[in-house]
């Protein structure tokens, strides 16, 4: 038996109706910040992801699905989203139209890695970004969008931790600043950090070894090396969090895992999903990225958000999503009798009766394998149908239909043409 591959999962009834309303909470907030969807490729070549996301980064050293066309080029399957929104704003001169511009992604994204509970190798990721906006107001206004979405899934209680990392200008001297400081402790740091100490010294900051962990809690700040540029923003970024009542958490170690990132990075967490596993969603500023891949210089700000993660919170929290589906109408139609109905017109009839109920946009099924009565019923009470129509010999006979409310017990027979009528009004009765 061939099986998914390992960090992979598919997504069976009941709990893909659960997928589909997370989906269209995030697609309508971010609807209402009028934000545009854009669909981006599933693979990019591989130089896109090396160039943006950076070389020394754990993605582009490890965790990347790389392979080579018929031609010899190397693709990469998207583990980000943030690089391919650029790219494609790049590619096709959106920063000559009007600005900022703001859209917003949904799609699978692809890291090998360890699978563990709300993180896969392949998951699927939901992202905004804004290009055109170096104001703290667009950072402001990503992070405000992230928590209505956590809001709308009932997660209170979510908690911001916010940092800046400077740009170009003022990393240099902080680079310097965080080699000095590790390289007395060298030995004691993890093989990763230490092959990339002189190349980033940043990815330190972001090591998950527990013995890195503890080494960089005592080391310099981005924060006391942000030129007066940075500086400025980072004190109007915290003034308008203040001013509409967002509390936050300055974290100086936090930096987050992609190079491409400046001044502005973020984390919004929920705890009662543990330590280890809290993160909501996370982004930041990235007001170099069009320019690296060869566009004007335009600012960016943006976050991606997990939603594998984000349904295991909501099982944890105030509201959560029910599997379990109904459908409005079951229609029961049994296998007519020895001779009757030979001209398949009781099978025209429950046709044409669900298309009707389908285009009003009622979710209706029936049975096509026709079976007895009884199996038929307790087909309609899986589904938990909200009405019954039964088509049987005598209905057909006399053109009628017979109406059952499985909420409320009643039944009553009404002509064919009254059908419909007759399960919208009852619907809007309850």
């Known amino acids: 038996m061939i099986k998914s591959p390992r960090g992979t999962s598919d997504v069976l009834p009941p709990e893909s109706a659960k997928w589909i309303y997370l989906e269209g909470i995030v697609r309508e907030v971010a ?4 934000f545009d969807e854009i669909r981006l490729p599933t ?20 965790e990347m699905y790389t392979f080579k066309d018929k031609t010899g080029r190397d693709l990469t399957l998207r583990p980000e989203g943030t690089a391919g929104v650029a790219r494609a704003f790049v590619e096709h001169g959106m920063a000559s139209g009007p600005l900022p511009r703001k859209f917003y992604y949904l799609g699978s ?9 709300g993180r896969y190798r392949e998951h699927r990721q939901f992202g905004v970004e804004i290009f055109g906006s170096p104001s703290p107001h667009s950072d402001v206004e990503v992070i405000t969008l992230a928590m209505d979405i956590a809001e709308e899934l009932g997660l209170t209680g979510t908690e911001l931790y916010i940092n800046s990392i400077g740009c170009p200008k003022c990393r240099g001297p902080y680079k310097e600043a965080l080699i000095a400081y590790l390289t007395p402790h060298i030995d004691e740091l993890c093989e990763d950090c230490r092959s990339r100490l002189t190349r980033n010294p940043l990815r330190a900051l972001d090591c998950k070894s527990e013995r890195c962990k503890a080494l960089v809690a005592g ?4 924060l006391d090396y942000l030129c007066g540029e940075c500086k400025e923003h980072w004190d109007r970024f915290r003034e308008i ?80 999503i029910q599997a379990g589906g109904e459908i409005d109408v079951f229609i029961v139609c049994p296998k007519g009798g020895e001779g ?16 009707a109920f389908r285009r009003k946009g009622l979710r209706c099924d029936f049975d096509p394998l026709q079976r007895s009565m009884k199996a038929q019923m307790k087909q309609a009470d899986r589904m938990n149908a909200r009405f019954v129509v039964i088509l049987g010999e005598d209905e057909f006979r006399s053109r009628s239909a017979s109406v059952r409310s499985m909420r409320h017990g009643w039944q009553k ?3 064919i043409e009254e059908v419909l009528a007759t399960i919208e009004e009852a619907g809007q009765n309850g």
């Open 340 to 355: 009757e109905d030979k001209g398949f017109e009781r099978e025209a009839r429950l046709q044409e009766l669900a298309r």
């Open 109 to 117: 994204m692809f890291r090998y890695e360890r699978p563990q509970a």
């Open 31 to 34: 609807r209402r910040y009028n």
């Open 413 to 415: 027979t009404v002509p």
């Open 219 to 222: 080391a310099p700040s981005s």
């Open 43 to 62: 693979f990019e070549h591989s130089e896109l992801f090396s160039r943006t996301v950076g070389e020394t980064t754990d993605i582009v050293e490890k």
């Open 241 to 320: 969090l203040t001013a509409v009542g967002i509390p936050y958490t300055v974290d100086k170690s936090l930096v987050r895992g992609l190079d491409y990132y400046t001044r502005t990075v973020f984390e919004l967490k929920w705890p009662p999903l543990g330590p280890a596993g809290s993160t909501l969603c996370g982004g930041g500023r990235y007001d170099g990225l069009v320019e690296q891949l060869g566009g004007p210089p335009v600012a960016g700000v943006g976050f991606g958000m997990g939603l594998e993660r984000m349904l295991l919170a909501n099982e944890k929290g105030e509201k959560p």
